[in-house]
């Protein structure tokens, strides 16, 4: 990493179903900050859906918007910001994240995310005949990546409430400690 570091964001990193999006907005809420969701914000710029870019255009198109994202990202303050499940999987946008905003990941067991997922169906990399057993996968391939999160925080047994006032307590505390 180049460059002095400055946190004027938090940013939400870790796999689907960990609650980075309910978590960041109410996080915001409490800090008085702009709630963005990467998400969201490829989905308005490319006029279709994450699962429809995936379909038509293939995982690299979608891989490719988020590094376009995460470098726009570089000139926010005051900005909670939620991140797709793979976007800190990639060594470049996990540095550039953690050049402005406190990165904070939320871990929940394979079990917990496949509970909480299940249900819907908008995420394609779920979509297959054994949808447990790729989350067990994917979580193994990413665990380097979300471990180097400033702030691991296991939002499985806790309410969106208190993973967020956990959250927000460590960004007060990182803000008062300078790095
Ligand atoms: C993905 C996670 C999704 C979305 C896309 C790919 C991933 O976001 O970016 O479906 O690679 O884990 P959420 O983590 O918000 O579900």
Redesign the pocket.
């Known amino acids: 990493m180049t460059g002095t570091r400055s946190i004027h964001n938090l940013a939400l990193i870790?796999?689907?179903?960990?609650g980075?999006?309910s978590v960041g907005r109410m996080a915001a809420d409490m800090l008085h900050f702009t709630f963005l969701?990467?998400?969201h914000v490829?989905e308005a710029r490319a006029g279709k859906a994450?699962?429809d870019i995936?379909a038509q255009e293939g995982e690299p198109a979608?891989r490719q918007w988020?590094r376009r994202i995460v470098e726009e990202l570089t000139r926010r303050a005051k900005t909670v910001i939620?991140?797709?499940?793979?976007?800190p999987?990639d060594a470049a946008n996990l540095a550039s994240l953690k050049m402005h905003a406190l990165v904070i990941c939320l871990w929940a067991s394979p079990e917990t995310i496949w509970e909480r997922?299940r249900e819907h169906d908008?995420?394609?990399?779920l979509n297959e005949p054994d949808p447990l057993g790729r989350i067990r996968e994917?979580l193994a391939e990413?665990e380097p990546f979300y471990r180097q999160a400033d702030v691991l925080v296991n939002s499985g047994m806790r309410s969106v409430r208190e993973v967020a006032q956990h959250v927000v307590h460590q960004f007060h505390m990182a803000r008062s400690v300078p790095r």
């Open positions: 870790g796999f689907m179903g960990t980075k999006s969701d990467t998400d490829i994450v699962s995936f979608f988020e939620a991140t797709g499940g793979g976007l999987a997922v908008h995420r394609p990399l994917l990413r």
